[in-house]
């Protein structure tokens, strides 16, 4: 792996150009980008060594990386087709597998071009190059999904330039893969919203705001995403996302059902046994995260992940809420009639809560 071209620099794309290039500097790292400013802060930022608008730059690489949106990715695939060299490897690092694969089999003579279906396990709450680092992957898990018993042995030094990055390496079927980020991933940005979204609704949210504090800014976190993001991702794992938000709906009616009944012990017993909680408790703040800490918000002497901006914070009896998701703008308007004002704050931005 001699020139690796990544087309799409954004968060991942960035990051990934920042981290190849620290870990495996002799590898030349390329950059296209849909819009010229964005290649020449790409180039600033050390994310690649050159960077420009056109595919064609394509054509003198050994090994493509597509990081562009997985709305577009498809049809990115398709232009980039006729600028690579013979025996360039296509890779992509798409939140979906089973129709990102599927399409790129059809569209590419993989004889010539072999593809292997990826996806990093790692991200933000906010996008963009500008947000981007090198030890963004570090700890994670890397998936990658081949169509076929062989078609990862093509990318064998790929895989080992993952490992060299920081992160770890997860063979799945496409299949499989969407099955389990619809789990872990897709369904909870839906769960957080749709939270947002109801408790903003309410007549008295105006009161009950003044009580959210740290329970309301955890569960809250996720609907700070691209929703725009999202919602190509329930399309495009529609059956997924509804076969795990299925067995949601089904917990949620446990929990009901022995709220309704007074029952403290079903809700010790079943939704929530013991033995689930200890399985999962050690996911809910990843190891690898918890040594980077920012001290830049909180109390004096005490710190707070860097991955967990606060969503939503309250000063001078306003309600300050992201840019993003905008179909959570109708939740906000109706704090805004309630004569409650609001205004638009940047994304991830750190503030004391």
Known sequence: MERVAI?????IGGSLG????RALPAVEVIGVARRQETADLAESLGAVSRASTTLETISDCDLVVLACPLAVTAAVLEDSKPHLAEGARVTDVGSVKASVVAHAVATLDVGRNPFLGGHPMAGKEVSGIEHAEADLFVGRAWVYTPHATAAAEPFADFLEAIQAVGAHTLNLSPGDHDRYVALVSHVPFLVSSAYLLAVGRQPDWEKASELASSGFRDVSRLAAGDSEMYAAIADANRAEVLR???????ALAEVERAIEHADGAALLASPFPATSRSHIAPWCLPPSRTARRSSAVGRPGRTR???LPVFVRWASRSTTVPARPPFLESACADLGRRGRPWTVATPGRPCAS
């Open 244 to 250: 795990a938000w299925g067995s949601l709906r089904s």
């Open 305 to 307: 992940t860097r991955w």
């Open 7 to 11: 087309v799409g620099l954004g968060l």
């Open 18 to 21: 920042l981290a190849l290039r």
